[in-house]
């Protein structure tokens, strides 16, 4: 993810305990460009709604538990 940040111009930084952010300390910097992306790529945002578990299948596919439903990914990004 970090390097996909990078080569759209995003900058991170790496806290000390492993915690990386924005550069910019901008946030909402980041979440344009995610719901951007994930226009280009036909992807789903979901923004509001709580996670209630998230598993991971034995054909590495994700099951996501949400209080909008559940819902069944390759990959998954939760943001808060």
Do not use: P, W, Y
């Not at 946030?27 to 991971?56: A, P």
Request: glycine share 4%.
């Amino acid at each position: 993810m970090i390097s996909f940040l990078h080569e759209h111009a995003i900058n991170t930084k790496v806290e000390e305990n492993g915690r990386v952010f924005l550069k910019s300390g901008k946030s909402k910097q980041l979440v344009k460009f995610l719901v951007e992306e994930s226009k280009k790529n036909e992807t789903e945002c979901l923004l509001l709604c709580e996670v209630l578990s998230i598993i991971k299948s034995d054909e590495h596919i994700f099951v996501v538990t949400t209080s909008a439903g559940v819902f069944s990914a390759k990959n998954v990004i939760v943001a808060t």
